[in-house]
């Protein structure tokens, strides 16, 4: 019986704690709903610990974001799953109406915004071609200009460099 246990946890340990990413870095475009697209690069700085930067433009703006990320396998290869904190900054330049306190407007003129984010996803990497697809969605608290949550997602595609 205690054999039987040892040996169960041993394989719940290996298969809980899977580091299988198939790549080092991953260099694409991130589409975001709501907003606009952004320059996403993740790379893995130790399996399964990645870092994950966004660079984005709009109408008369520029944002920056950044993820600390945990891949997990999902037993399929090539198919993960995985988790984010971060945060994200950025500034415009044209007047921007935030709808607070319901029905409350307010004008900020330009000036920048500064955020934290969370994000939890699902990517697949081809073995046969060297393409990621990631889609993931989380929310955004809003700390300056405004205090706001948000929620949102995104789907990325990358070249992946082994």
Do not use: C
Request: glycine share 14%; no cysteine.
């Amino acid at each position: 019986m205690k054999k039987l246990f040892t040996t169960i946890l041993l394989l719940s340990a290996i298969t809980f704690s899977g580091q299988a990413q198939s790549y080092k870095t991953a260099i694409g475009f991130k589409g975001a709903f709501p907003g606009f697209g952004a320059l996403s690069v993740k790379h893995f700085f130790s399996p399964p610990n990645a870092f994950e930067i966004n660079l984005g433009a709009g109408y008369n703006s520029f944002w920056v974001q950044a993820f600390y990320m945990r891949n997990h396998d999902l037993g399929s290869e090539g198919l993960e799953w995985y988790w984010g904190l971060g945060g994200d900054a950025g500034s415009w330049g044209n007047s921007y109406y935030h709808n607070r306190y319901y029905g409350k407007k307010h004008d900020y003129k330009g000036g920048g915004f500064l955020g934290a984010d969370a994000v939890v996803g699902l990517e697949y990497t081809f073995n046969e071609i060297p393409i990621n697809l990631a889609v993931d969605f989380g929310p955004t608290l809003r700390i300056l200009p405004y205090t706001a949550v948000y929620f949102g997602g995104s789907f990325a595609i990358r070249f992946a460099i082994k």
